[in-house]
């Protein structure tokens, strides 16, 4: 059973272009959470969905930053007209259907530098 | 979410036992304590959570005292491979966000 898998794993964009970071969840997850950690610095909760839906966007930046996690495919972190300051370490987790008593499980992150 | 409390950084000789403490004083009666560390420039790794008993994996074992606002994390033959910053989070076990606080970072010495 594949871990989260996240690409690409470095991802290098000029400013003003945009940036499309992908999370595959671990198989029979259902569950996905985004989570960006700037240099030295610690995870912030980003977005968490479920297919088709988003259930929390509580710490997404209202401008640029979108999410989608389609019936079929990878949940897609979408990052338009990018900036300097969104050079950071991007990691998404998933966890299971199950409502109680589960942990999370996440991917090796895609660091995006932004030039 | 329930504020936690860490020493911002520890020392461990290899071999020895490394106890890292947390205090969760406002932890409520339906959150488990969870712990996660991550290793540098890696995702975070889970590691084990408990509710009010101490709990025991392969990784790890998990005091958590009786009223609960205090618990320690227990590596008991720390080696260079658990250098890491270490996390505390009160989470209720459902599907919903973790928030990470500043952690310990836990450096392994020879």
């Known amino acids: 059973n594949a871990g989260v898998m996240q690409n690409p794993r470095h991802l290098v964009r000029r400013r003003g272009q945009e940036a499309r970071l992908r999370c595959s969840p671990m198989k029979g997850h259902s569950h996905v959470y985004w989570y960006r950690q700037l240099p030295e610095e610690g995870l912030k909760f980003m977005v968490y969905?479920?297919?088709?839906?988003?259930?929390?966007e509580s710490g997404m930046p209202k401008e640029r930053f979108s999410a989608e996690f389609p019936k079929e495919g990878p949940s897609i972190l979408r990052i338009q007209q990018v900036v300097r300051g969104d050079s950071a370490a991007y990691f998404c987790?998933?966890?299971?259907?199950?409502?109680?008593?589960?942990?999370?499980?996440f991917g090796q992150g895609t660091r995006l530098t932004v030039v | 979410d329930a504020k936690t409390t860490q020493p911002p950084s520890m020392d461990c000789a290899e071999g020895r036992a490394a106890n890292l403490p947390c205090n969760h004083s406002?932890?409520?009666?339906?959150?488990?304590v969870y712990w996660y560390r991550q290793i540098h420039s890696q995702g975070p790794q889970y590691i084990i959570h408990g509710l009010k008993n101490n709990e025991t994996n392969e990784m790890a074992s998990l005091i958590i005292t009786e009223d609960r606002k205090s618990s320690t994390l227990i590596l008991p033959h720390a080696t260079l491979r658990d250098t890491a910053v270490y996390y505390c989070?009160?989470?209720?076990?459902?599907?919903?966000?973790?928030?990470f606080g500043t952690g310990t970072r836990l450096q392994v010495t020879l």
């Open positions: 987790a998933s966890s299971p259907l199950q409502q109680m008593n589960t942990e999370a499980f």
């Open positions: 969905l479920q297919k088709e839906n988003i259930i929390d």
């Open positions: 406002t932890i409520s009666g339906n959150e488990y």
């Open positions: 989070i009160p989470h209720t076990g459902t599907a919903s966000k973790l928030t």
